[in-house]
């Protein structure tokens, strides 16, 4: 419904833009409610694709960025590489210190991760508490020091109320031994996100 919204509403502006119809008697009033109208959409448009608590991109705009990314790396013959982002006990700080908290930690989180990210680099929110980190042109064993960095960053700077370190653990894959289909690498990462929470967390998994 909001997409279709979205695209009726940008016809409408489209249209309104024609200088014949432009030229009219309406009421200023009517002017003023077109011009409000159209900034708020504006507004909406700049939003879109964005994670409102924490700011990073969300899972929509992942679902157009990734495959894009990965049909730009396959005909450049780059490579990329994703990190899945899971943080640890994450459910335990939700029933001991309460959403709100939560919700300070993820934002928090995201802070600190993206002051690690390096340019070009996409950070999309992919789940409640597990986000997705886009690499283009950095291979695996670069991206695994990456991931470490990433993973030191978060338990050096992410705290409980408590004061007990936020740690994460990071499944990674890489284009091509890992798949060119965006679809490989997160089903690849995945897995090994799992082999990392089965080492006892707070670690990176590669191959």
């Known amino acids: ?11 409408y502006l489209n249209v309104s833009r024609h200088p014949f ?9 009517d002017i003023f ?13 700049s939003r879109s694709g964005q994670d409102t608590l924490t ?11 990734g495959p894009q990314m990965l049909r730009a790396a396959v005909a450049s013959k780059a490579a990329v590489s994703l990190l899945i982002i899971d943080v640890d006990h994450f459910k335990g700080v939700n029933d001991r210190f309460g959403h709100q ?5 993820l934002q928090k989180l995201v802070e600190v991760m993206k002051a690690r990210l390096r340019q070009g680099d996409r950070l999309f ?9 886009l690499c283009p042109g950095l291979s695996h064993a670069d ?4 991931a470490e960095t990433i993973r030191l960053a978060v338990s050096a700077g992410v705290f409980t109320p408590d004061g007990k370190a936020v740690t994460v653990s990071i499944g990674l894959s890489s284009t091509p031994d ?3 289909a965006i679809a490989h690498l997160l089903s690849e990462a995945d897995l090994r996100l799992y082999s990392a929470k089965a080492r006892g967390r707070d670690c990176v998994v590669g191959r």
């Open 1 to 11: 419904m909001e997409s279709f919204y979205a695209i009726a509403i940008g016809l």
């Open 125 to 133: 929110r992919y789940g409640g508490e597990e986000f997705v980190v």
């Open 55 to 65: 700011g990073c991109l969300d899972r929509s705009r992942f679902d157009i960025e």
């Open 21 to 29: 119809l432009a030229m009219s008697d309406r009421p200023l009033g």
């Open 101 to 105: 908290e939560g919700d300070r930690i």
């Open 33 to 45: 409610n077109d011009l409000t109208f159209r900034e708020r959409y504006e507004d909406l448009l």
């Open 178 to 180: 890992d798949g060119v």
């Open 143 to 146: 991206a695994l020091r990456h």
